[in-house]
């Protein structure tokens, strides 16, 4: 299978590498200077808190072309117009690995609703330079797949290749039927944590202030509860159900954890607010009046 690597941020950088070292046929898109130190050096990995880097020297691409079996897009969610639109005319089957709330439609009006999978890719990570330093595997973090699947809900053939195709690298891929409500469930979460992040001035800055936890907690609690499906996956319910104390105690500390510490919820930058923007744009329009 020849494989194209859409992005080459945290997550597109790290899928691209482990893939060309277990010896798959992938390429990496990048532009502007990512293209250009991608092209100098490779791409340039450390373990988080380690002085080592490696350098896995990924073929790189400007520009989408034809003859990729399947193109893995790893964009934020407001970039993704952009990306249907040079993946518009070219073939192939096209997985998209990112936070996305608004489902499968618009993605398969302008692409072809045949060619659309998604997914999440759930490794972490931070740019440092341009060195990508990955969260190291712990308990919490290999007890959580990246989900794949197809919009309908099948296992197909396909959908069986990619993930073990995945498998194979190392990363912790999984089937998910229920992909859309699983991204959405994300979203519900997702959004009220970054944004109280980012507010705040950081994971620990947001752990320090346990007010702001609590309506953090309640905002997911209301995406949640407005939600036209049950949560994917079901743990999820706990964020309704557990007593509010109790969650926020969790949520503290989680949030002065290495794992929230070291991932993209320092990251402060404008893309992340934009993104972050849109997924709420999305969230809102698939879940009933707040």
Known sequence: MKLLVYGAGVLGSLFAARLHEAGHD?????????LAALRRHGVRLAEEGAPAVRRVPVPVVEHP?????????????HQVD??????????????????????????????GHERVLLGFGTAGGTMDGDVVRYRAPN???RRVATPIGEPDGRTTPRLERIVE????????AKAEPRIDAWLKT???FEVPLGQAVHTAGGPVALADDPDAVRGMLRLMRQNLAAMPTPPVPRGFAALRTLPEGLLVATLRRFL?????????LSDASPATVAELARLDEQLRAHTKAR
């Open 165 to 172: 195709t995945f498998r194979t690298t190392g990363i912790n």
């Open 186 to 188: 994300h979203a519900a």
């Open 65 to 77: 072309a034809g003859g990729y079996d399947l193109t893995a897009v790893f964009v934020r969610t």
């Open 139 to 141: 308990f919490l973090t």
């Open 256 to 264: 002065r954890s290495p794992t929230a510490v070291h991932s993209g």
């Open 26 to 34: 992938v390429s990496l898109l990048a532009r502007g200077e990512r």
């Open 82 to 111: 952009a990306v249907l639109e040079s993946l518009a005319g070219l073939e192939g089957d096209v997985l998209f690995l990112l936070n996305w709330a608004a489902g499968p439609e618009p993605l398969g009006a302008v692409i």
